[in-house]
């Protein structure tokens, strides 16, 4: 709705005269900012006078003025951009508005002509002051009342914000009475940081109407936190708005603080009679303990005989030291404290430094950062097994009769779980000798009921006699019959086992996977069956059996047979088959149109590129030729000569036996027998060179044919090394050696990090493939110049330790060291071979080796690689050939490339397929 590209801006109707143009963006600019001034002073009135009725009728105003102040801008904006259907639906949007806050106006103006007069207000106000005078009284009233039940009230004036605490309020927030009332922002602050938030929530709901009901904490001015429960209620105004807030608070810390008490208690006993980890209760009761009196460390410490101990379990805060572990000889406590703690003794020391407590004892407990503590003996019977201990490091601290009576508890109950512990001991050592006689029939009972009731399928166990004794839920759910049932039956059981194969054929009873089972030993897997029920329904399932045999027996006795409904899936599979086959070929059309536009675009680039690589390599080899052809033509010649002359040299020498001293002279000077001996190799190597010069000639001619057309029988051997011979520039050496009927080469090329790639060809007997040569030439350069980049990479030293192989896929090249590319030929099930193109590179990260094969995907670095190259190659042997062409990498150990072909093809079909592509393109 906002495209402009077929209108013309509002400022051609004005015919761009600035003076004109000028008055309408001024004066809209004007209008626009008054329009927007005028709601924010609205708003402004409305936020500041809460109280005044039908508030949001002003809002109403302030959203239709800015609505129109919005239609001013459009007007501006218009002149240069000609957005007329923005413009408009603004204007509809101010229409709206402006009808509705009309209709709006129209409802209300029988309420604003109700609201009430100066005379009215005045008479109010003298009832009201009345009301006053008479609620003064019965505040007086209330507070002597309060006073008496210890119970505070207060009030909150929502239209002033003013708050009224009675004196028993003031005594409950541990202040003055008299002194002024906290406003509604200090009493937040005296509000417990966690109890904050439902505070506040709970006063918002007073204000809406709601009573309520809360139990939250204080913290007073000298520190100390108190529990309070609260009441509060709603008053409303004769208009039956919410104008007031009143209340009651009382102060249940004392309950609270006893209901924590026995449940800690309860909770330590209830552990100590469900648990019998004794390290599990002992740090719990020093946690609670910790939390419970809010100090900084709680502990227990353990006696040994000589009554050094050291310290078991510990609680303690973030900023003091830990002391857990910690061996503690106290040398003078066997000789002052020992016997008075033996006796149940409890000491509470408010200050370590002022109770008179011997110096070794200050000693010890100075370091540990303990400035009060409070001691409690754990007694066995009469045997001091220990001390429940807590500590307060933050400064003196006198301990409170509750504090001295939940620790005196928690020691009795810490006892009791020593006591339990000792017997469960002594138990134990009584139980070992029957669980280890136990221990066999216990493994196979846990077998037995994983397999029953751990899986979500249906799992029954039928005994040799074929007779169900077991089964889990899901089986009953999936037959249609409670265990009870299923327990009266076999599988071959007519009443209630209809069974049916696929094809809608009776299933005997007696070829059940399970039977089959029993008298083969040979487990099923998958067996579709069809089961009516007793209802008339008929569902699908999918069986599979187990056989369980006895130790050295070779009969199963017994068998366990899982099932899985499928019905769902069959009934989605019969749906699949009703499509009509033209939507399905439809569909298939449109998907392989994509596909082969995606793969035409990107066998255009590459093929492009190869092309002109081609023409290249043809030129070159054209004007190597034309010399090479001089010297490899006159070669000959020139050999029949040398014979001539050296054989009439033979004949001088014969009927001359004395030539002349100057000639016989020169003879032995220039060794005349080692010229006629070496002469005739010398012309042998320069034609064995020129011949070699030929042969790389012809293989540039063959490789350089990248868009032959032409689908016939080729040597893949040939299109191999013309591939290799491509990139002679990266070999430098070649080492061959015969081995049956498979040839071996090992080249070696540029040197990588201080040593070289080898090329280890292995040659299989192959027979001449129909192919398009040239095509599949361009998939040997893509694999193979990939290796190369691929061991590039990997430089890191010049001999490669590629360690274990972990992939399942063994590669062939991870026993050779040094960098090395390795190609093998075969023939495999008389119809296909198979080409292996192997690295011991870097391999291919798991992530990236999915999409490989996908268009410009590419794991090289910004500009050395296109991403097409791989993805021309599967197109190349998939879909032009009707092979195969996978990937195995392992990363760190190498990439290995399979390419799987057929032998013999129909290359009609093949050519007149690749014509018609290449003129529709």
């Known amino acids: 709705m906002v495209v402009a590209e077929f209108f013309i801006p509002h400022g051609h109707c004005y015919l761009w005269k600035p003076g004109l143009v000028g008055l309408h963006v001024v ?62 639906c603004i204007k509809a949007f101010t229409a709206i508005v402006s009808i509705y806050t009309a209709s709006e106006l129209v409802s209300l103006l029988p309420q604003a002509l109700a609201l009430p007069s100066t005379a009215q207000l005045e008479k109010e106000i003298r009832e009201r002051q009345k009301a006053e005078a008479a609620l003064l009284r019965e505040k007086n009233h209330l507070a002597q009342a309060q006073k008496v039940a210890h119970v505070g009230s207060w009030e909150f004036d929502l239209t002033t914000q003013e708050i009224a605490w009675s004196d028993e309020t003031f005594r409950i927030y541990g202040l003055t009475p008299g002194q002024p009332t906290p406003t509604l922002i200090e009493h937040r602050q005296k509000i417990h940081p966690e109890d904050g938030t439902v505070w506040e929530t709970t006063v918002n709901e007073l204000v809406v109407g709601k009573s309520g009901e809360l139990e939250f904490r204080i913290v007073r001015p000298d520190g100390q936190v108190r529990h309070i429960l609260a009441h509060g209620e709603p008053i409303f105004n004769a208009d039956g708005q919410v104008y007031k807030l009143f209340g009651t608070v009382l102060d249940i810390s004392d309950r609270i603080v006893a209901q924590q008490r026995e449940r800690l208690v309860g909770e330590i006993a209830l552990k100590i009679h469900h648990s019998l980890e004794l390290d599990e209760i002992l740090n719990t009761t020093v946690t609670e303990v910790r939390q ?10 353990r006696f040994n005989p000589d009554w050094s101990g050291y310290i078991a379990v510990e609680s303690v805060g973030a900023d003091f030291l830990s002391v857990l572990d910690m061996t503690i000889n106290d040398h003078c406590f066997g000789s002052y404290y020992a016997q008075l703690y033996q006796q149940g003794r409890v000491r509470a020391i408010a200050n370590i430094y002022t109770e008179g407590l011997q110096r070794c004892h200050i000693e010890l407990l100075a370091p540990l950062q303990v400035t009060a503590n409070l001691i409690v003996p754990i007694l066995l019977g009469e045997k001091l097994w220990g001390l429940l201990i807590a500590h307060h490091c933050r400064g003196e601290r006198n301990w ?38 136990e221990q066999e029939l216990r493994i196979s009972e846990e077998l037995y009921r994983s397999v029953v009731t751990a899986m979500s399928e249906g799992i029954v166990l039928q005994q ?17 019959l409670p ?45 579709i069956m069809g089961i009516r029920k007793l209802d008339g329904a008929l569902i699908w399932i999918a069986i599979n059996s187990q056989p369980l045999f006895h130790p050295k027996e070779t009969q199963p006795y017994a068998v366990v047979t899982s099932f899985s409904d499928i019905t769902d899936r069959r009934i989605a599979e019969e749906a699949l088959r009703s499509l009509t086959q033209q939507e399905r070929e439809r569909a298939l059309q449109l998907e392989q149109a994509l596909k082969q536009l995606q793969h035409t675009q990107a066998q255009l680039v590459q093929n492009e590129k190869m092309v002109s690589l081609g023409q290249l390599v043809a030129g070159v080899a054209h004007e190597i030729n034309n010399p090479t052809s001089f010297i490899y033509g006159n070669i000959y010649v020139a050999s029949d000569y040398a014979q001539d002359l050296l054989h009439l040299i033979e004949l001088y020498a014969k009927h001359y036996k004395e030539p002349v001293a100057e000639i016989a002279e020169y003879i032995e000077r220039i060794d005349i027998d080692f010229i006629v001996e070496d002469f005739s190799k010398l012309l042998a190597s320069m034609k064995e060179g020129a011949h070699r010069i030929s042969e790389i000639v012809q293989s540039l001619r063959n490789f350089s044919r990248l868009d032959e057309m032409e689908c016939k029988p080729v040597d893949i051997h040939q299109g191999i090394d013309n591939t290799l011979l491509i990139l002679k520039h990266r070999l430098i050496q070649q080492f061959f050696s015969a081995d049956g009927a498979a040839s071996q080469e090992l080249t070696g090329c540029d040197s990588i990090g201080g040593s070289e790639i080898q090329v280890i060809k292995e040659y299989g007997e192959l027979p001449l493939i129909e192919c398009y040569p040239g095509q599949l ?37 991870t026993n050779y060291q040094s960098p090395t590319i390795y190609i093998h030929t075969e023939v495999v099930d008389q119809n296909w071979i198979v080409i292996r193109i192997a690295d011991n590179g870097l391999g291919i990260k798991a992530e990236a080796q999915p999409r490989i094969f996908d268009p ?36 760190g150990l190498g990439t290995e490339f399979v390419i799987d072909l057929p032998i013999s093809r129909s290359c009609s079909g093949i050519e007149q397929r690749a014509l018609a592509e290449l003129h529709s393109h």
């Open 856 to 891: 410009f995907f590419t794991t090289k670095p910004p500009g050395k690689g296109t991403g097409l190259g791989l993805s021309i190659s599967y197109q190349i042997v998939v879909d032009k050939h009707g092979g195969q062409l996978r990937c195995h990498s392992v990363p």
């Open 483 to 527: 265990a009870q049932e299923i327990f009266k039956r076999t599988s071959i059981d007519p009443p209630c086992w209809q069974t049916i194969y696929e094809d809608g054929s009776p299933f005997p009873g007696e070829l059940h996977p399970a039977m089959v089972t029993l008298r083969t030993g040979k487990p099923q897997s998958n067996v």
């Open 27 to 88: 004066s809209d600019a004007l209008t626009a900012l008054a329009y927007y001034s005028i709601p924010l002073i609205l708003i402004y009135f409305v936020t500041k006078r809460r109280d005044v009725p039908f508030n949001w009728i002003f809002l109403l105003f302030g959203a239709f003025i800015i609505s129109c102040g919005t239609t001013h801008i459009m007007e501006i904006w218009t002149l240069w951009h000609p957005n007329y259907w923005l413009s408009g």
């Open 400 to 437: 409170q009769s509750y504090e001295i009576e939940l620790l005196q508890q928690l020691a009795t109950q810490v006892a009791i779980a020593l006591q339990q512990s000792e017997l469960y001991s002594r138990v134990q050592a009584e139980l070992v000798e029957r669980q280890r006689i």
């Open 464 to 480: 040799v006699d074929g007779r169900i004794t077991a089964c889990n839920a899901s089986a009953e759910h999936i037959l249609g």
């Open 292 to 301: 419970f009196l809010e100090t900084d460390r709680a502990l227990i410490y």
């Open 777 to 813: 030439n361009q998939v040997f350069m893509n694999i193979i110049s990939n290796a190369i980049d691929a061991l590039a990479d990997d430089h890191g030293s010049s001999i490669i330790d590629h360690g274990e192989e972990s992939s399942n896929h063994r590669l062939p090249i």
